[in-house]
C-alpha cells in the first residue's frame, strides 16, 4: 500500500489522482498505523513551514515518518522535500525533521525574477553526478524558498540567479521541489519511474 500523508498542508487529490492515472491505488491518510503498515510513502505539501511542522507535531506523526524515511521508499513532494531538511529560513526560521542535511532559504530579489517561482523551469544534473531518472526534463514548480546545494543533491535548477536543489536523493528518500503531479506527461514519468524502482 502505498501511504500519501495528510498533515494539513497537502496537494492531495492532484497526487492520489496522478497515481491513479498511472493505475496505481494510494490511500490518502494521517493514520500513524498506515504510514507503519505503508510499503512506500508520499509525502506532498503545499503552504508553510512552520504550520505544517505544528501539525506534524499534533498528529504525532513526526517520529512515524523519520522512521519509515529510514526504512521504506519515501516520496517528498515540494513543501514535503523542504521540511525534510534542518531548518528553513520561513516563518522567521523553523526546525524541520532533519531527515537530509542543509537548509532552506528564501530566493533574493534578483534579475527582475517574481518571486515566488510559478511555472515551468528544468532540473538537470547536480555537479555530484548522483543521476537519478527525470533530469533535462522540465516540471511545474510554485515556491518562495530553496534548498540549497548539498552532498544529496540530484538534480539543480536556477531561478533568480540562484542554483538549487530540485532534486534530492538520500538512501530511500527521494524527494523534489517542483510538482510531478501537475508536470503532465513528464511528471507521470517520473512518478512512474519511482514506483518501479519500488
Not at 503545499?46 to 504525532?60: D, Q
Not at 531538511?85 to 537530509?100: A, I, P, Y
Request: net charge negative; proline share 4%; glycine share 14%.
Amino acid at each position: 500500500m502505498t501511504a500519501i500523508v495528510d498533515y494539513g498542508a497537502g496537494n492531495l487529490t492532484s497526487v492520489r489522482l496522478a497515481f491513479a492515472a498511472l493505475g496505481h491505488e494510494a490511500r490518502v491518510t494521517s493514520s500513524v498505523n498506515d504510514i507503519e503498515e505503508a510499503d512506500r510513502i508520499v509525502f506532498p505539501g503545499v503552504g508553510a513551514a512552520k504550520s505544517a511542522m505544528e501539525n506534524l507535531v499534533r498528529l504525532g506523526l513526526v517520529d512515524a515518518l523519520k522512521k519509515a524515511a529510514g526504512e521504506k521508499p519515501f516520496l517528498g513532494i515540494c513543501l514535503g522535500m523542504q521540511i525534510l531538511f534542518d531548518r528553513t529560513e520561513e516563518d522567521g526560521g523553523v526546525d524541520c525533521l532533519g531527515l537530509v542535511p542543509g537548509r532552506v532559504r528564501r530566493f533574493p530579489a534578483a534579475g527582475g525574477c517574481k518571486i515566488p517561482q510559478i511555472g515551468w523551469n528544468d532540473v538537470h544534473e547536480a555537479a555530484s553526478g548522483n543521476r537519478v531518472p527525470g533530469l533535462g526534463e522540465y516540471y511545474y514548480f510554485v515556491h518562495s524558498y530553496y534548498a540549497e546545494k548539498g552532498p544529496y543533491t540530484a538534480g539543480v535548477t536556477e531561478y533568480a540567479s540562484v542554483e538549487f536543489t530540485s532534486i534530492v536523493q538520500k538512501g530511500g528518500i527521494f524527494a523534489c521541489q517542483f510538482h510531478p503531479e501537475k508536470s503532465g506527461a513528464a511528471g507521470l514519468e517520473l512518478l512512474k519511474g519511482w514506483l518501479e524502482r519500488c
